[in-house]
């Protein structure tokens, strides 16, 4: 279930990617969420570095 999830970072879509596995999470997919989470933190740490 986290396809979308993914797709939605890697073209940028940070904010959507974050809603989506919001409701994935909500919907009680808990993998997404963690992926979701470790995707945010990722780009947290990219944008911090440059």
């Known amino acids: 279930?986290?396809?979308?999830?993914?797709l939605l970072y890697q073209h940028g879509e940070?904010?959507?990617?974050?809603?989506?596995?919001?409701r994935a999470?909500?919907?009680?997919?808990h993998d997404a969420a963690n992926l979701g989470?470790?995707?945010l933190e990722q780009r947290d740490a990219e944008e911090g570095s440059t």
């Open 14 to 22: 940070t904010e959507q990617a974050r809603a989506w596995y919001q």
């Open 25 to 29: 999470a909500d919907a009680g997919d």
């Open 1 to 6: 279930m986290n396809n979308v999830g993914v």
């Open 37 to 39: 989470a470790l995707l």
